[in-house]
């Protein structure tokens, strides 16, 4: 993971606000917000205040400070991605992802998830180059999730707070790419 990926999760975190952060670091709160809201890019940040940033998501982590509500919206985003993946790859009018999981997902997360990684990567054949990289992105978000996380205990509704999170991100990549 590079520095702006940890700044961006660390900004995204729902357990840690801004002004938590601004006061471990000393990076202004109002800084914190505009890049936390897109108003300012993470790539013109200063270097000190992003090795700063780095340094405490580099610590939150290592303290496992990851809430259950983090482990709600690790799974959304992943639910997410393979959603997407979903929509490139399978043949049309086989159901979507989200059509066949939303109501087991939140119920039996890992078996869920297991089961849809498993169709999807079925499909591997056809990955380009465009979906290597939301393959990659996956595999990024799938990092952040501990052994003791990848389990079935239920999750919270935050999930769907990143589920669209992230279909809103790759939909507007795929829109900036145009």
């Given at each position: 993971m590079d520095i702006r990926q940890a700044i961006e999760k660390l900004l995204a975190d729902?357990?840690?606000?801004?002004?938590?952060?601004?006061?471990?670091?000393?990076?202004?709160?109002?800084?914190?917000?505009?890049?936390?809201?897109?108003?300012s890019n993470i790539d013109n940040m200063p270097l000190?205040?992003?090795?700063?940033?780095?340094?405490?998501?580099?610590?939150?982590?290592?303290?496992?400070a990851m809430t259950g509500?983090?482990?709600?919206?690790?799974?959304?985003r992943m639910l997410g991605v393979l959603n997407v993946l979903g929509e490139r790859l399978f043949e049309k009018g086989k159901p979507s992802i989200d059509e066949k999981s939303f109501k087991k997902f939140p119920a039996k997360p890992a078996s869920t998830f297991e089961r849809l990684h498993k169709e999807v990567m079925d499909y591997s054949h056809k990955f380009g180059e465009e979906e290597n990289r939301i393959l990659a992105l996956f595999?990024?978000?799938?990092?952040?999730l501990?052994?003791?996380?990848?389990?079935?205990?239920?999750?919270?509704?935050?999930?769907?707070?990143g589920y669209y999170r992230q279909n809103h991100e790759l939909a507007e990549y795929k829109r900036k790419q145009k």
């Open positions: 729902p357990s840690v606000t801004n002004y938590q952060i601004s006061k471990a670091t000393g990076v202004s709160q109002v800084s914190l917000n505009k890049f936390a809201r897109g108003e000190g205040n992003a090795l700063k940033l780095y340094d405490y998501y580099t610590k939150l982590k290592e303290e496992g509500e983090s482990r709600d919206l690790l799974f959304g595999d990024e978000l799938l990092s952040e501990s052994t003791e996380d990848f389990n079935d205990s239920p999750l919270g509704g935050t999930y769907l707070l």
